[in-house]
């Protein structure tokens, strides 16, 4: 593993931060898949120049997230994905199980639009969604299957300043971009699920015939003081997906 070239740490971007984006980026690219050993915390220490504090701190935002498992005696694993054959099973349980649905599949988005949110999905949401937003649409598919999963137009809100512009637009995961680029980090995400018609538009891309019963998920990204900087809508064909919960009871 060669030596990762961080920039210092800044006030809006804490150092342990970036050592996470880092991983988290290397963890959505497959660098651990197959079963290979995830770093120990000396190696990290060494790769990043950080102290054991900062890299308990980093490993610690990723399990947090459901990246990594960590266990006494057995060192550091990645989560195993969730897809499992057929439609693409999808849980939510917290941002990490985000990023193992966006690393099984891939997308490419391509600036959309640019202006004040849209009213349908305005009129869907929660919060204040005033102000301009830039918008990106993609069509997102697994390597294994020859019909897309998703359709996702992605809104960022124009405080965002110019972190947008450095999006890569290729790397399918743009809201684990924004925390490293913006330096704003997550709060909160909430979501609405709801079977809605195809329109014509959503039917041409997912390949499926107009009308037809869709899932749509409009997913809303809150920073921690509740500012809402980034939507997600995004148009599942229901025999291609499916969506699961998972709920820990506290006893």
């Known amino acids: 593993m060669a030596d990762a070239a961080l920039p210092p740490a800044t006030d809006k971007m804490p150092r342990y931060l970036q050592v ?34 900062t890299i308990r701190e980093a490993l610690k935002r990723l399990q947090a997230e459901g990246l990594i498992a960590r266990k006494r005696g057995s060192g550091t694993t990645v989560q195993p994905a969730a897809a499992r054959g057929g439609a693409l099973h999808q849980p939510m349980g917290n941002v990490g199980e985000l990023l193992q649905y966006a ?51 992605a809104y ?12 890569d637009l290729s790397a399918g995961t743009l809201f684990s971009q924004i925390e490293r680029l913006a330096g704003v980090s997550i709060g909160r995400v909430t979501q609405d699920i709801q079977a809605v018609a195809a329109d014509t538009g959503t039917a041409v891309a997912l390949e499926v015939e107009e009308d037809t019963p869709v899932l749509r998920i409009i997913r809303c990204y809150l920073d921690p003081k509740g500012r809402l900087y980034e939507i997600s809508v995004s ?17």
């Open 20 to 53: 996470a984006a880092d991983l988290r980026d290397a963890i959505g690219a497959g660098d651990y898949a197959d079963g290979r050993q995830f770093p120990t915390e000396t190696l990290l220490c060494e790769t990043y120049h950080a102290s054991r504090f």
């Open 103 to 153: 690393r099984d599949s891939t997308v490419v988005y391509a600036e959309h639009e640019c202006g004040p949110l849209p009213a349908i999905v305005g009129d869907q949401i929660e919060g204040e969604a005033s102000g301009q937003w830039r918008c990106f649409y993609g069509i997102r598919r697994r390597p294994s299957d020859a019909l897309p999963i998703a359709t996702t137009r």
């Open 156 to 167: 960022f809100h124009e405080r965002l300043g110019h972190a947008i512009d450095q999006l």
């Open 235 to 251: 148009h599942h064909p229901g025999n291609r997906f499916a969506y699961a919960m998972h709920i820990d009871l506290d006893i």
